[in-house]
């Protein structure tokens, strides 16, 4: 515990001095998801989304999976949604990519991930009262 706080604190001057640190947003953003402190934990992933240095296609997946998860922690739909249209849009426009130097060993895992963003997709959805929506994702 004392070492996630003390790792916190660094990340954020890291931050304050370089706020385009893709990888130490993504960082934070995973320590404070951990520490249950969800709305921080999406500013810091949404942070991390938003840097120009975020340009790996398996990055950008990470991210984006990440900042859904945590905003579903946090009950904040609207972010989840956003966030798993942005993993969909990834996993869509840079498959060919991410089978071959990415986070997948195998078509079938990259096609069980694009079935795992729908499901949650349809979750937020239906969160947020998007029934027909939900339906369809």
């Given at each position: 515990?004392?070492?996630?706080?003390?790792?916190?604190?660094?990340?954020?001057?890291?931050?304050?001095?370089?706020?385009?640190?893709?990888?130490?947003?993504?960082?934070?953003?995973?320590?404070?998801?951990?520490?249950?402190?969800?709305?921080?934990?999406?500013?810091?992933?949404?942070?991390?989304?938003?840097?120009?240095?975020?340009?790996?296609?398996?990055?950008?997946?990470?991210?984006?999976?990440?900042?859904?998860?945590?905003?579903?922690?946090?009950?904040?739909?609207?972010?989840?949604?956003?966030?798993?249209?942005?993993?969909?849009?990834?996993?869509?426009?840079?498959?060919?990519?991410?089978?071959?130097?990415?986070?997948?060993?195998?078509?079938?895992?990259?096609?069980?991930?694009?079935?795992?963003?729908?499901?949650?997709?349809?979750?937020?959805?239906?969160?947020?009262k998007k029934l027909p929506d939900a339906v369809a994702a």
């Open positions: 515990l004392g070492r996630d706080a003390a790792a916190i604190r660094t990340a954020r001057q890291v931050l304050a001095l370089d706020p385009a640190d893709a990888d130490t947003a993504h960082h934070l953003g995973q320590l404070l998801f951990d520490g249950k402190q969800y709305p921080a934990a999406v500013a810091a992933l949404k942070q991390a989304a938003a840097s120009p240095r975020l340009v790996s296609p398996a990055r950008r997946l990470g991210v984006a999976r990440d900042l859904a998860r945590a905003a579903e922690a946090g009950d904040d739909y609207a972010t989840a949604e956003a966030a798993l249209r942005d993993a969909l849009a990834i996993l869509a426009e840079r498959k060919d990519d991410l089978l071959s130097a990415g986070p997948f060993a195998s078509p079938a895992e990259y096609h069980r991930e694009v079935g795992t963003v729908h499901e949650h997709l349809g979750k937020a959805l239906a969160a947020r």
